[in-house]
């Protein structure tokens, strides 16, 4: 089992950036594809990014292409989600989550454990 903590939230304007973390619990973290999702009150949980267990292979949702990048530190049990060029639109609670295995998709229900989540907000 492992859980899972968001931090790195908070209020930017349009334009800027910022990076979340994701803290894991647990000894096998390297044996748990990652992901962030996002939800905004009203819609369904979008997906973000997602990174494999050793994080070697990575997948992006058109919206964060070119803008967001996911990387993690297993040694460190961290998974991190630097966002730059942020959009109003963008706003958002983010959540990570963790799935068992090599890796996951844009799926929420492949995806076990989830952290509390960090709000976004970007300002126009």
């Known amino acids: 089992q492992v859980q899972l903590v968001e931090s790195g939230g908070g209020l930017v304007q349009a334009g800027g950036s910022l990076r979340l973390s994701c803290a894991a619990s647990?000894?096998?973290?390297?044996?748990?594809?990652v992901g962030w999702f996002r939800q905004v009150p009203g819609k369904e949980r979008e997906f973000v990014s997602a990174?494999?267990?050793?994080?070697?292979?990575?997948i992006h949702a058109d919206s964060a292409k070119g803008r967001f990048t996911i990387s993690r530190d297993n040694a460190k049990n961290a998974v991190y989600l630097q966002m730059n060029s942020l959009k109003p639109e963008d706003t958002a609670v983010y959540y990570c989550?963790?799935?068992?295995?090599?890796?996951?998709?844009?799926?929420?229900?492949?995806?076990?454990?989830w952290g509390q989540g960090t709000q976004v907000t970007v300002s126009s």
């Open positions: 989550a963790a799935g068992l295995g090599a890796m996951g998709t844009r799926s929420p229900d492949e995806y076990n454990y």
């Open positions: 647990g000894r096998t973290f390297s044996s748990y594809f």
């Open positions: 990174i494999s267990r050793i994080g070697g292979s990575i």
